[in-house]
């Protein structure tokens, strides 16, 4: 009898292992995240505050559910109380992370998260000391943001050890974005951009600066233009190169139309233009469909240069973005709930070195002669 007991006792801990709290499972990447636990052998628990949402996606993937509001502190809480990773699906991130985390160090929890937004990433770096004395790890960018260019731009640094400038270019071909990267991105709409000079992040305009990147698949030739990725933090925290610009594919008109962006960007803050371009997103679908992301590739370009003038280039061709950010995620939470993460603030590359984004099938990762 007592030999069942512990047997049983071994099985409910080693189930354990493989469990992690999902919050903002009803959300389009979460659902992705839902749909390919099983690929890495884990079972998330869906939650959200949306009960008739998420009890009808575990109901459609026979998964457990919990439900709790970020504003309600002990309910929150107590749906993690036996959990020991949280995977924050649920964004806008300066809206849901401080939350979470919260949370998280009250029930001594690991947190990751989806997150690409430079404010975010500075946040969150400020909880160190605390998760650090809870032994838990903070990893925000889990996803296409930023685990590939971190990794790449650790590659590179590891490669030119004195490099003290970084250029990041990337450009997703044949998919687009979800509704939730979409509102995301319109609570940014008329907001300054960044970039990093001299170890500052300092305020620049979104475009600021324009240029074309050929990419060796398929020759792609992509006009990109300069944004605040949130490589501007955590490319700097992982490799402490102190001059970091990043870029997206756009279109050139996109680009030009920008420059005039200062005489109407009051329009674009305003309520009204909000409400607007909300109705035109919630039209549309939740996202890229199953065969669109498979047709869809992701492609990547790090630059890095010294003092002396000598540069160093790869390139980086991955499956479409939220394929990516799906199966990022589920990698990163297999090897926390494995017992391997680092205490504290950590980026993609900071914890799991420069070859994580390696694990991901479909990943191609190039080196180009010096200048």
């Known amino acids: 009898m007592a030999h069942r007991c512990y047997c049983l ?40 505050r949306n009960q008739q949402a998420i009890v009808a996606l575990a109901n459609e993937l026979h998964l457990p559910w919990r439900i709790a509001d970020l504003n309600d502190h002990t309910a929150l809480e107590n749906s993690m109380h036996d959990i020991s990773l949280v995977v924050n699906a649920a964004g806008p991130y300066d809206l849901t992370a401080k939350q979470m985390i919260a ?26 000391q605390e998760a650090m004395e809870k032994n838990i790890m903070l990893l925000p960018g889990a996803g296409f943001d930023v685990v590939p260019t ?33 509102v995301t991105t319109l609570q940014k709409l008329g907001m300054p951009g960044a970039c990093r000079k ?58 030009v139309f920008l420059k005039f962006q200062g005489l109407f960007n009051w329009l674009l803050r305003t309520r009204f233009m909000h409400r ?7 039209s549309q679908s939740p996202g890229p469909g199953d065969e669109q992301r498979m047709k869809a590739i992701s492609l990547i370009r790090a630059k890095v240069s010294d003092q002396q003038g000598k540069t160093m280039t790869a390139f980086m061709r991955c499956p479409e973005a ?33 070859d994580l984004i390696m694990e991901i099938p479909g990943v191609e990762r190039e080196l180009m002669m010096d200048q």
């Open 276 to 282: 607007i371009v909300t109705k035109i997103i919630n």
């Open 9 to 48: 006792i071994f099985v409910i801990l080693a189930m354990q292992q493989n469990i992690f709290l999902l919050y903002g499972a009803n959300g389009y990447s979460g659902r992705l995240i839902a749909r390919f636990a099983h690929q890495y052998g884990l079972q998330p628990v869906l939650a959200g």
């Open 198 to 255: 001299n170890g500052r992040i300092v305020p620049e305009p979104v475009g600021a600066k324009g240029m074309y990147v050929t990419f060796p698949a398929k020759a792609q030739k992509v006009f990109v233009m300069s944004i605040p990725w949130g490589d501007i933090s955590t490319a700097y925290f992982s490799t402490g190169i102190p001059n970091i610009e990043t870029y997206t594919g756009v279109s050139r008109a996109t680009w």
């Open 322 to 354: 939220y394929d990516l950010t799906a199966l990022s995620v589920l990698l990163i939470a297999q090897k926390i709930l494995s017992g391997q993460f680092k205490p504290g603030y950590q980026t993609p590359a900071s914890a799991y070195g420069e």
């Open 150 to 182: 971190d990794c790449l731009s650790l590659w590179l640094k590891k490669r030119m050890p004195d490099a003290d400038r970084l250029e990041i270019a990337f450009a997703i071909i044949g998919s687009r974005l979800s509704r939730g990267t979409a």
């Open 103 to 128: 949370a998280c160090m009250a029930t001594h929890t690991h947190y990751i998260d989806l997150n690409g937004d430079l404010e975010v990433f500075e946040m969150i770096q400020g909880y160190n």
